[in-house]
Structure formats: C-alpha cells, structure tokens
C-alpha cells in the first residue's frame, strides 16, 4: 500500500521560504509509472495545483505559473523523497499543503494516493 | 488555464434517495485516445481528497459501485444511486488533459438533510 508522509513547519514569516518534505513508500519517487505532485487548499483559491516531478529516463518538474520563479520541486532518489520549496511567502500562500501521486503506469490512473496536508501560515 | 465549473454549490441529500453534481468544463476534455480526462475526489471532513472515479467514470480502488461517472467532452455528471451517511463531504472534479496544469473545480458540498 503506497503512503505518502508529509513533514515541514507550519509557520513561516513573510518573506521567508516556505520547505515541505513528502515521504514516500511503497513506491519508488524514481518509479516511471507516477508523477508526484504537490497542490494546495485555501479559502481564496480552492485547491490549486503548484509542481510536479517524474522520472521518464531523466527528470522532468513542472510548475505552475501562479509560483513559477517562487517555487522548486526536488526529488531525493536517496531518501525516496520529494520536496516543496516556495519562496518569499506573503499572507496569500497561506493554505493547507498536499502531496499527491498521479499514477500512470500504463495509462492514466488519476490522483490516487494523497499525504495528509500540513496546514501553513504565513505571520510574523 | 481551463476553468472548471461545479453545480450546485451545495447538495442536501436524503439517506437512501439518489443524488447527481454537475461538472463542465471550458475547454474539451476528450482526448485523442478517446478517453476523457476528467476525475472525481471526495474530501471528508478533515480529511485529505480521495479519488473516486477516473477518465469519466472508472471507479478507484475501494469505491462503491453506487458511486458512477458519465459525460464526455465539456459535461460531466457524477450520480450516487443512494445516499448513505458516509458520503457527505465536499466533491471536486478535476480535469487531467492539461497535465500537469490540472485544475479543480470549486465543489459541491453534500450534506445529509
């Protein structure tokens, strides 16, 4: 059974960079049939989709446009891992933080194993 | 961005009787292959999203077979034949042919009258 173990602090002050860790087992974060991804929930924004990594002979990470310059998605093939970086929070990225697998070994599968969020906010 | 659109924003729902959301979306989610890409989550109270139906309307793992998807391209429907307890929550559709920019809609809250 894959789990996903999400870790990080659940306050930051603005301006500083926002750091999440997601744990991954029974899976591989290298495996070429997922994709991990990392989303967030709010009040203001619903749950929006923030960045992906997937391993398809080498690494490909994606991010959204919305955090794009702000944000870095980094898979830890040593600790089976991936994390979230976002930098120079405001209030606004306060929400709670999910990490998720699509799978898609051999087709698409949908977004079937999620972490069990970290709620995150941004005060000084 | 394709925008997702949810309707009703809020469901109260009898015990036992069938109820039915709305999804569209707007831009087509039917692929070439064939298969439109478009998910269902429920999220439960103070829970994380869990995957109810896949491409329309395959069910994942573990979900009742009273839980079913239909629609394709830009109108989707998910229907649950009867209504028990356990369904209430907040249900989200999620398109997946913009991979990785998929977008969620804003959810329709389901709770028991």
């Known amino acids: 059974q894959v789990q996903l173990q999400q870790s990080g602090p659940g306050l930051v002050k603005p301006s500083q960079t926002l750091s999440l860790t997601c744990v991954i087992s029974?899976?591989?974060?290298?495996?070429?049939?997922?994709?991990w991804n990392w989303i967030r929930q709010s009040p203001s924004r619903g749950l929006e989709w923030l960045a992906r990594?997937?391993?398809?002979?080498?690494?490909?990470?994606d991010y959204a446009v919305s955090v794009k310059g702000r944000v870095t998605i980094n898979p830890d093939t040593s600790k089976n891992q991936f994390s979230l970086q976002l930098e120079s929070v405001t209030p606004e990225d306060t929400a709670v933080y999910y990490c998720?697998?699509?799978?898609?070994?051999?087709?698409?599968?949908?977004?079937?194993?999620w972490g069990q969020g970290t709620t995150v906010t941004v005060s000084s | 961005d394709i925008v997702m659109t949810q309707s009703p924003l809020s469901l109260p729902v009898t015990p036992g009787e069938p109820a039915s959301i709305s999804c569209r979306s707007s831009?087509?989610?039917?692929?070439?292959?064939?298969?439109?890409?478009l998910d269902w989550y429920l999220q439960k109270p103070g829970q994380s999203p869990q995957l109810l139906l896949y491409?329309?309307?395959n069910r994942a793992s573990g979900v009742p077979d009273r839980f079913s998807g239909s629609g394709s391209g830009t109108d989707f429907t998910l229907k649950i034949s009867r209504v028990e307890a356990e369904d209430v929550g907040i249900y989200y559709c999620?398109?997946?042919?913009?991979?990785?920019?998929?977008?969620f809609g804003g959810g329709t809250k389901v709770e028991i009258k």
């Open positions: 998720a697998r699509v799978s898609a070994r051999g087709g698409y599968y949908g977004m079937d194993v």
């Open positions: 029974g899976d591989s974060v290298s495996s070429n049939g997922a994709a």
């Open positions: 990594t997937q391993y398809r002979s080498k690494w490909y990470n």
């Open positions: 831009q087509t989610l039917l692929h070439t292959d064939g298969y439109s890409y």
């Open positions: 491409l329309g309307s």
């Open positions: 999620m398109q997946a042919i913009d991979t990785p920019r998929i977008t």
